[in-house]
């Protein structure tokens, strides 16, 4: 349905929204101008996406909203966090003749710090114009990535109807992102599952110069969501108070329980999409046009429409612009200062800049959550003993962690049927839990990404099941430019309590998009943490550590393992496995074997047949800030030689990261270059020949193992 707001409604509106709204305005537009003006003078080191001309859009459905609900923004943000911060200060409301106060300056000084890269902003420098956040209002942080923060603001959603409350998500994405495939698979997962989000379309005509109607058929956006079954409305967005009506009555639907909604609002950016220069400047658009969507802008409506209520006179209008304006030079005097060494210029003030030891501060957390954990190392155990499957073994310790703990939740594609997923890992969970087993679309990117709204909510732990490791491509965005990097560049502020879980299958005949070991590229990709259990034992201590970890935690499982009958502590589903402890399986003298999942065991066979004297190290944790030094260093110092074996791809390899780095620790030690096992350069496809041909066999490690003891011999 398409809503204005008629001069009735403008009748009936409260007095004191219309003034909270106008305050609000003029101090979104003076702070965006303050941007325009220091980046003009080389002081905004990035972009500086200004929101010029599109406040209304922002203002009218942020206003209303409690502190409680939610939004989240793409990379054009500021007026949309500003709006939500507004509210949860002020509660909408505005003394127009003392606009602002000290919670409001510092609200914006902040917020201008951080688009400055400043260490007083809200994440620390590190968000920038573009990863704005402030959890405490509400505000989740807006994203770089176009339509990457919808699937985020799906799971938010999720966890607000779980945790029984009426609050809603708003996600904000402009025209462009309509056509990215998170935000449409997200319509569809919100639809099917009744969340409360509002889908918020802010159509400024443009994707940085590119028109709408040159890339889509239906040029109104609101109508993608009919083909979810979503109620769409299409409103004026430089009119706040016909779209604050319009976000009431979504609102009432989405409180009520009754699922998403859509808003577009037709709003316009006085600028380019980036920079303080008009789209004229540039071409793609008329001096005409612009001038002609000046004229409606939401400051100059509301003013006329407050005083032909007789709400506002020209000095009242006057002193509210003057209030904002006087604050953000006040704000901005506290950031920069006049530079020493070019008259005429500013610069930021030195001391306000973060330390540059902190660089990597909050990639991952301390791990201090695991302090007064329960912890175990199968391979040092003597106590009683049961023989179970691998899979089964799985199947149990994530069944416990559902019994014990009513905030995990395990979310895939079809985890929910066939007795227990297509392997049947989730089997206990369903026997646990059925109501916590979330069955989804074919949809990775959005349910990865709704499983990581979850987890930054707070009040749940995901665990996500990818089928296959190959699958992680088609969610590349979330796994690695969301979930990977949000607690560092929101300034370390961000828990990220996440499971996925996924396994290897080489051997299985399902070919080349199938079969990937997946450890080398989350092990180069920052915020990650990997384990890879090679034993049942072992699988329950590392997942109840990774439960328990406060970072997301890739788990790698192997389908040659799954039917595999191990020992395991007897009765006891609930110990951890240390942190970063990697395990000696064999001990040796001539060289340092290291390996993980299933080819531990080839390794040791193979080690039998060559029959050389040598370490074996199961490294179990294999992310850069766990992997277990002390082992490897102490083998290295002894004997002199490294050979690292997995079954994978060599472009993809684990082993190229880890031969580096230990060719770098431990040069003075090693008597000839790290060696390595690989797969071919191909990925494993159909043909059992091929396939055989391209993953890494017992007889690949022997002759790298000969190779390795002739290579010792002539030193």
């Known amino acids: 349905m398409h809503l204005s707001a008629t001069n009735s409604d403008w009748q009936e509106a409260d007095p004191a929204l219309l003034s909270g709204m106008l305050g609000q305005l003029h ?16 002081l905004v080191h990035g972009p500086a996406h200004s929101s010029i001309g599109q406040e209304g859009g ?17 990379h054009r943000s500021h007026h949309q966090f500003l709006a939500k911060a507004l509210t949860h200060l002020t509660g909408g409301k505005a003394d127009l003749a003392e606009l602002v106060h000290d919670d409001v300056r510092t609200l914006l000084r902040r917020t201008l710090a951080e688009i400055l890269g400043l260490a007083q902003g809200f994440s620390k420098g590190r968000g920038g114009s573009i990863h704005l956040q402030w959890l405490e209002a509400g505000a989740l942080g807006s994203n770089a990535i176009v339509g990457g923060g919808v699937p985020l603001a799906a799971g938010n959603a999720w966890a607000q109807r779980r945790a029984g409350t009426d609050d809603i998500t708003i996600a904000y994405f402009g ?38 109607g040159e890339v889509t058929r239906e040029d109104q956006l609101s109508a993608r969501g009919l083909g979810f079954g979503i109620p769409a409305w299409k409103v004026d967005g430089m009119d706040p108070l016909a779209v604050h009506l319009a976000t009431r009555q979504a609102e009432e639907i989405m409180r009520a329980g009754d699922g998403p909604v859509i808003i577009e609002a037709d709003v316009y950016r006085y600028f380019h999409q980036n920079g303080a220069y008009a789209g004229s400047a540039f071409g793609y658009r008329t001096k005409d046009e612009e001038n002609e969507w000046r004229l409606r802008d939401p400051i100059v409506k509301l003013e006329r429409k407050m005083r032909d209520l007789g709400l506002l006179d020209e000095a009242t209008a006057r002193g509210v612009r003057e209030q904002a304006q006087e604050a953000m030079r006040q704000v901005a005097g506290e950031l920069v200062e006049p530079d020493p060494e070019a008259p005429g210029k500013r610069r930021i003030r030195p001391e306000l800049w973060p330390d540059p030891a902190t660089v990597d501060d909050g990639v ?34 994530l069944g416990r962690r559902m019994a014990t703990d009513p905030r995990v939740i395990v979310l895939g594609e079809d985890v929910h049927r066939l007795g227990g997923g297509t392997n049947g890992v989730t089997r206990k969970a369903l026997q646990v839990a059925p109501d916590r087993v979330l069955g989804t679309p ?21 665990v996500i099941e990818f089928m ?53 590229i989350f092990a180069t990709s920052p915020g990650w943490r990997i384990v890879a259990p090679s034993t049942a034992s072992d699988y329950i201590g590392l997942f109840n550590t990774a439960m328990l970890l406060e970072d997301p935690v890739l788990v790698i499982e192997h389908v040659d393992l799954y039917g595999v009958r191990q020992e395991v ?47 074996l190290i199961d490294l179990r944790w294999l992310d850069r800030a766990s992997i277990d030094w002390d082992t490897i260093g102490a083998s290295v110092r002894k004997t002199n030689g490294v050979l690292i074996v997995e079954q994978g791809a060599r472009g993809t390899s684990y082993g190229g990261w880890l031969a580096d780095e230990i060719q770098r620790r431990y040069f003075d030690w090693l008597d000839l270059p790290v060696e390595r096992v690989t797969g071919g350069e191909a990925s494993p ?16 490690i022997v002759a790298a193992l000969k190779r390795c003891q002739a290579a010792i011999g002539a030193v």
């Not at 930054?456 to 732990?461: A, Q, S």
Request: net charge negative; glycine share 10%; aromatic share 6%.
């Open 27 to 42: 101090l979104i537009r003076a702070f965006e101008e303050t941007v325009l003006e220091l980046a003009s003078q080389g």
């Open 58 to 74: 922002a203002v009218g459905s942020a206003i209303g909203l409690r502190t409680s609900d939610a939004i989240n923004g793409s």
């Open 175 to 212: 025209d462009g992102a309509v056509n990215i495939g998170s935000v449409l698979e997200s319509m569809n997962l919100a639809a099917a599952w009744d969340l409360p989000l509002c889908l918020f379309i802010e159509n400024n005509l443009y994707a940085v110069a590119t028109r709408v």
């Open 364 to 397: 991952r957390g301390d791990a201090s959550e695991l302090t007064g954990a329960r912890t175990l190392d199968p391979a040092a155990y003597d106590g009683p003993r049961a023989t179970v499957r691998f899979l089964d073994a799985a199947s149990n310790v």
């Open 442 to 462: 074919i949809s990775e990117n959005a349910f990865a990404g709704l499983g990581a709204g979850m987890a930054l909510d707070g009040r749940f732990r995901p």
């Open 468 to 520: 296959y490791p190959d699958f992680l491509w088609v969610a590349a965005d979330q796994v690695f430019n969301q979930i990977g990097k949000a607690r560092h560049m929101f300034g370390g502020h961000n828990n990220v309590p996440l499971v996925l879980r996924t396994k290897v299958a080489m051997g299985t005949g399902y070919g080349s998009q199938h079969l990937m070991d997946p450890a080398g």
């Open 569 to 615: 502590p007897e009765g006891d589903l609930d110990y951890c496995l240390p942190l970063g402890r990697a395990a000696l399986r064999r001990t040796g003298s001539e060289l340092t074997v290291i390996s993980y999942l299933s080819m531990v065991h080839r390794a040791g066979e193979a080690i039998d047949l060559a029959g050389v004297d040598a370490d």
């Open 685 to 700: 496809s159909i043909s059992r020949v091929l396939e055989a041909a391209a993953i890494a066999q017992v007889d690949d």
